[in-house]
Nanobody
Framework: QVQLVESGGGSVQAGGSLRLSCAAS????????MAWFRQAPGKEREGVAG???????VYADSVRGRFTIRRDNANNALYLDMNSLKPEDTAMYYC???????????????WGQGTQVTVSS
């Protein structure tokens, strides 16, 4: 059974940083395309960043240059380093796996429960 567990969310002031972590189990992690998504209240879930086992990455325009996605295939872990955080980054952040190298939520098979990130101005 595939399981994804996120951690690392919290509350920070604008301009601050956070690192999100995702622990994966139950499938061949290194072959899976992994991604981070987020969903703010009243808004649709949107892709933030994704990476495949060759470490090719894709970022949403809104986070490019501020966020970095990292994989640790030896430990089945995924990270999202978030810098220069803005109030509009406030959302529930989700780890997702088994996608198709896009940032389209419907293309992902497995999801974590999410971790909340709140950025105050």
């Amino acid at each position: 059974q595939v399981q994804l567990v996120e951690s690392g969310g919290g509350s920070v002031q604008a301009g601050g940083s956070l690192r999100l972590s995702c622990a994966a189990s139950g499938y061949t992690y290194r072959r899976a395309y992994m991604a981070w998504f987020r969903q703010a209240p009243g808004k649709e879930r949107e892709g933030v960043a994704g990476a495949n086992d060759e470490r090719d990455v894709v970022y949403a325009d809104s986070v490019r240059g501020r966020f970095t996605i990292r994989r640790d295939n030896a430990n089945n872990a995924l990270y999202l380093d978030m810098n220069s955080l803005k109030p509009e980054d406030t959302a529930m952040y989700y780890c997702a796996g088994g996608g198709d190298c896009s940032l389209v939520p419907l293309m992902y098979k497995s999801w974590g429960q999410g971790t909340q990130v709140t950025v105050s101005s």
